[in-house]
């Protein structure tokens, strides 16, 4: 299960496609003309951002080959399900929307029209073949690393339907992408996700993503900062960074060698209009720097750009369940990294992932766990029961946690992170922040954006516009946004 404990921006988004919950080879150009006829795309993604990103990368993929995007799937000549193998339920739940998009195929059909059906992301990299043998109205189970080679692959499916396409090929997918049309970019929003590093080589045992993700690698900086030019140019004003282990980046530097996550945040943050910026996830262990210098965290001391939100997922507050976790830090580490990042940055905004009942978890383990948010004091976090994944180390170990136990654990886990999530809302009662205005609100002249500490605030405001940064003094807590007014006229207007 998974869960926002606050006001932490959901691990789910629906920019610019739908989503669910849990460049040409970059030729330097903004828009790639369609081959033919709109045809229309419904993509689906669930779990992480990079998911997201994904999927608008597919969606950039298909749009020289004549797909424009759409929300509704019966409208749809192509379906493709972007999807997360991370705990049981999300995997689940693309079995059970099969079934819907199998009767949307049978009803296209009977009006003679041909809907093809793409099943990608982690839980095709994971069960390849045995989707096809599960459902029959599939045409293509293509994995996380061959999306660039979706119009091949389609036009295979079309000859052919059944193709697997789940290898881990020598060429990176990020060289064989077509940049976004500017139009396409904005209308994502202001704030963009940008994937920077993929896959994991830490194998803690409780996690899928080595195995769906592949090794770990970063894109080389002058990748990245061309991609980020073209979304600054599109009018991007925020960009998060993205990758399952994202401070371990050690991308190639444009002066050769490796940069490190800090010398990349330091180089975006020279680029004209991106005002913003943020990275998710990282790993405790990666923290320090291969160096030891701490550099990171001396980032968000000295990178203004640098928002004041650090999500370092603990998973637990014991050390014997980190130790079989394989997490390769003990609770007392994690704290002495806290302890550095507020002295760097006294007004940070922690977040975390935390999974109870793992294997072997007793009630001493979990009180540690309690003890440590209590601790630490979270503005936001994420919070699981233990799901157990075929294929990983800890599926098989002794100790199972019944579910009622897990449920109990997660029920008290989440009352006190929902409290420290009021406390830190409530703090910024009577302050003013800059917010970033990211979408128009629900009523006439109400804009909706996101404080440094990635707080949802809405504001009434006719002369705003969506991208601009206004300094707003915060008036009330709603249950899951904050409200307030402009606080004089100083502000960042959209380009
Ligand atoms: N790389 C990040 C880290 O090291 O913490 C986490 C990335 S993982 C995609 C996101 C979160 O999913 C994890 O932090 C963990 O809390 C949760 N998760 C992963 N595997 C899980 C499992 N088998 N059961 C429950 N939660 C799980
Ligand atoms: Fe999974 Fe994160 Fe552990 Fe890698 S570091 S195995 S992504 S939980």
């Given at each position: 299960?998974?869960?926002?404990?606050?006001?932490?921006?959901?691990?789910?988004?629906?920019?610019?496609?739908?989503?669910?919950?849990?460049?040409?080879?970059?030729?330097?150009?903004?828009?790639?003309?369609?081959?033919?006829?709109?045809?229309?795309?419904?993509?689906?993604?669930?779990?992480?951002?990079?998911?997201?990103?994904?999927?608008?990368?597919?969606?950039?993929?298909?749009?020289?080959?004549g797909f424009a995007e759409t929300s509704a799937m019966e409208d749809a000549d192509l379906v493709v399900l972007n999807t997360c193998h991370i705990r049981e339920k999300a995997a689940e739940k693309v079995y059970?929307?099969?079934?819907?998009?199998?009767?949307?195929?049978?009803?296209?059909?009977?009006?003679?029209?041909?809907?093809?059906?793409?099943?990608?992301?982690?839980?095709?990299?994971?069960?390849?073949?045995?989707?096809?043998?599960?459902?029959?109205?599939?045409?293509?189970?293509?994995?996380?690393?061959?999306?660039?080679?979706?119009?091949?692959?389609?036009?295979?499916?079309?000859?052919?339907?059944?193709?697997?396409?789940?290898?881990?090929?020598?060429?990176?997918?990020?060289?064989?992408?077509?940049?976004?049309?500017?139009?396409?970019?904005?209308?994502?929003?202001?704030?963009?996700?940008?994937?920077?590093?993929?896959?994991?080589?830490?194998?803690?045992?409780?996690?899928?993503?080595?195995?769906?993700?592949?090794?770990?690698?970063?894109?080389?900086?002058?990748?990245?900062?061309?991609?980020?030019?073209?979304?600054?140019?599109?009018?991007?004003?925020?960009?998060?960074?993205?990758?399952?282990?994202?401070?371990?980046?050690?991308?190639?530097?444009?002066?050769?060698?490796?940069?490190?996550?800090?010398?990349?945040?330091?180089?975006?943050?020279?680029?004209?209009?991106?005002?913003?910026?943020?990275?998710?996830?990282?790993?405790?262990?990666?923290?320090?720097?291969?160096?030891?210098?701490?550099?990171?965290?001396?980032?968000?001391?000295?990178?203004?750009?640098?928002?004041?939100?650090?999500?370092?997922?603990?998973?637990?507050?014991?050390?014997?369940?980190?130790?079989?976790?394989?997490?390769?830090?003990?609770?007392?580490?994690?704290?002495?990294?806290?302890?550095?990042?507020?002295?760097?940055?006294?007004?940070?905004?922690?977040?975390?992932?935390?999974?109870?009942?793992?294997?072997?978890?007793?009630?001493?383990?979990?009180?540690?766990?309690?003890?440590?948010?209590?601790?630490?004091?979270?503005?936001?976090?994420?919070?699981?029961?233990?799901?157990?994944?075929?294929?990983?180390?800890?599926?098989?170990?002794?100790?199972?946690?019944?579910?009622d136990v897990k449920s109990e654990r997660l029920a008290a886990l989440q009352a006190l992170l929902d409290s420290q999530t009021k406390a830190f809302n409530a703090a910024t009662l009577g302050r003013t922040v800059?917010?970033?205005?990211?979408?128009?609100?629900?009523?006439?002249?109400?804009?909706?954006?996101?404080?440094?500490?990635?707080?949802?605030?809405?504001?009434?405001?006719?002369?705003?516009?969506?991208?601009?940064?206004?300094?707003?003094?915060?008036?009330?807590?709603?249950?899951?946004?904050?409200?307030?007014?402009?606080?004089?006229?100083?502000?960042?207007?959209?380009?």
């Amino acid at each position: 299960m998974r869960r926002a404990a606050g006001s932490c921006a959901a691990l789910c988004d629906s920019r610019g496609h739908a989503a669910e919950g849990e460049g040409g080879r970059q030729t330097g150009t903004m828009t790639q003309e369609p081959k033919q006829e709109a045809k229309k795309v419904f993509i689906k993604s669930y779990g992480c951002q990079m998911n997201v990103y994904d999927a608008h990368r597919m969606a950039d993929v298909l749009a020289p080959e004549g797909f424009a995007e759409t929300s509704a799937m019966e409208d749809a000549d192509l379906v493709v399900l972007n999807t997360c193998h991370i705990r049981e339920k999300a995997a689940e739940k693309v079995y059970s929307e099969l079934g819907r998009v199998r009767a949307v195929k049978r009803e296209r059909a009977a009006e003679g029209r041909d809907v093809q059906v793409v099943v990608a992301g982690c839980v095709a990299q994971a069960e390849g073949g045995e989707i096809l043998r599960r459902n029959a109205g599939v045409d293509l189970v293509v994995g996380p690393q061959s999306y660039h080679r979706l119009p091949t692959l389609l036009a295979e499916a079309r000859r052919t339907p059944g193709v697997v396409d789940t290898d881990f090929p020598a060429e990176t997918k990020f060289d064989a992408l077509p940049a976004a049309s500017g139009e396409r970019t904005l209308a994502r929003g202001v704030s963009a996700f940008l994937t920077v590093q993929e896959g994991c080589d830490k194998f803690c045992t409780f996690c899928v993503v080595p195995y769906t993700r592949g090794a770990e690698a970063s894109r080389p900086v002058g990748a990245i900062v061309a991609e980020a030019q073209r979304l600054a140019a599109a009018g991007v004003r925020e960009l998060t960074l993205l990758g399952q282990n994202v401070n371990a980046y050690h991308g190639e530097a444009e002066e050769g060698g490796a940069a490190s996550l800090a010398g990349l945040l330091r180089r975006l943050a020279r680029i004209p209009g991106i005002e913003r910026l943020r990275y998710t996830t990282s790993h405790p262990r990666d923290m320090a720097g291969p160096d030891g210098a701490w550099e990171l965290v001396a980032a968000h001391r000295d990178i203004p750009e640098l928002m004041p939100y650090l999500h370092l997922p603990v998973q637990s507050g014991s050390d014997a369940i980190l130790e079989a976790m394989n997490r390769k830090h003990g609770r007392d580490e994690y704290l002495r990294i806290i302890d550095r990042v507020r002295a760097a940055r006294p007004d940070i905004a922690l977040s975390s992932d935390f999974i109870v009942g793992f294997p072997g978890e007793s009630d001493v383990d979990f009180a540690g766990t309690m003890r440590l948010i209590e601790e630490v004091g979270f503005a936001s976090s994420f919070s699981f029961k233990y799901s157990p994944r075929p294929g990983t180390p800890a599926s098989e170990l002794d100790g199972q946690v019944p579910e009622d136990v897990k449920s109990e654990r997660l029920a008290a886990l989440q009352a006190l992170l929902d409290s420290q999530t009021k406390a830190f809302n409530a703090a910024t009662l009577g302050r003013t922040v800059d917010v970033l205005l990211e979408k128009p609100g629900r009523h006439p002249g109400q804009l909706g954006g996101k404080s440094p500490y990635l707080q949802a605030v809405h504001i009434e405001d006719p002369a705003a516009r969506v991208g601009d940064i206004v300094p707003v003094t915060i008036t009330s807590l709603g249950s899951n946004s904050l409200a307030g007014v402009r606080a004089g006229t100083g502000y960042k207007a959209s380009a």
